[in-house]
Every structure is written in structure tokens, then in C-alpha cells.
């Protein structure tokens, strides 16, 4: 069974323009990318997201002060305490690049890259 879900996952997933996740509805395990701010930057100051995918962003702040995660163009603001853990839902986005900063310390930038889709990949045996 777990087999067979994974499979469909993956399937799905290399659909073209298909949004496997909204599919399975609220209990999908959206992929989770790291983010922590770490001595007045974030890292990674690149951190890369797939194509067309709805994506949980974890961002630490390792600092002592509070912080703001802020974009424009992803249409987010969350604070994130002194030692705490926010969770950004983002995406699903076009690939780009989408740019991010603290606003509490407008220095520290960093950008969201979304890389295009990977090529669908062919069925064996042909179905479909
Ligand atoms: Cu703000």
C-alpha cells in the first residue's frame, strides 16, 4: 500500500501542471525546505523550491532579537521570535526567482529560487 502511494505520488508529482497535493487534500505531507536566520543573514540565502509546488518553508531565527520574514512579490510577513520556528506556506510558483528580506533589518536579503520542473518521467510498460 505504501508502495502503491508513493508511486502515485511520484506520478503525480511529474504530471505536467498537475498539482499532485492539492489532490490529497489537507493531510498531504507538503515538502518542507529549511530556512534560519543566523548572524544577520539567512541560510541558505538561495534556498530552492520546485516548480508548481505548494512548499512548507521552517524558518529558525537562531538570533537573539525577533525577526520578520517579508516578501513582495510572495505576498508573506511573519515574525519570527528570538529562538523560534515559523512555518511560511509558499508556492505553488512559476520558476523565477522570488526575493525575501528581514524587515526588521532590511540588510538581510535573500531570494527564493524556483527551478523549473523536472521532465515528466515515462511509465514503463507504456500505459497511457
Ligand atoms: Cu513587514
Known amino acids: 500500500m505504501t508502495r502503491r502511494v508513493l508511486l502515485l505520488t511520484a506520478l503525480?508529482?511529474?504530471?505536467?501542471?498537475?498539482?499532485?497535493?492539492?489532490?490529497?487534500?489537507?493531510?498531504?505531507?507538503?515538502?518542507?525546505?529549511?530556512l534560519a536566520l543566523k548572524d544577520g543573514a539567512f541560510v541558505?540565502?538561495?534556498?530552492?523550491?520546485?516548480a508548481r509546488t505548494k512548499v512548507r518553508l521552517l524558518i529558525s531565527n537562531e538570533g537573539a532579537v525577533p525577526a520578520e520574514f517579508e516578501s513582495f512579490v510572495l505576498h508573506r510577513e511573519q515574525i519570527v521570535p528570538a529562538g523560534g520556528t515559523v512555518a511560511v506556506f509558499v508556492g505553488p510558483l512559476e520558476p523565477g526567482a522570488y526575493p525575501f528580506f528581514d524587515d526588521f533589518r532590511r540588510a538581510t536579503k535573500g531570494t527564493l529560487v524556483v527551478d523549473a520542473a523536472p521532465a515528466p518521467a515515462s511509465p514503463k510498460g507504456g500505459a497511457r
Do not use: T
Not at 45 to 50: D, N, T, V
Open 12 to 34: 503525480l508529482a511529474a504530471a505536467p501542471g498537475a498539482s499532485a497535493f492539492s489532490l490529497w487534500g489537507r493531510s498531504a505531507p507538503l515538502p518542507v525546505v529549511r
Open 44 to 50: 541558505p540565502a538561495s534556498p530552492r523550491i520546485p
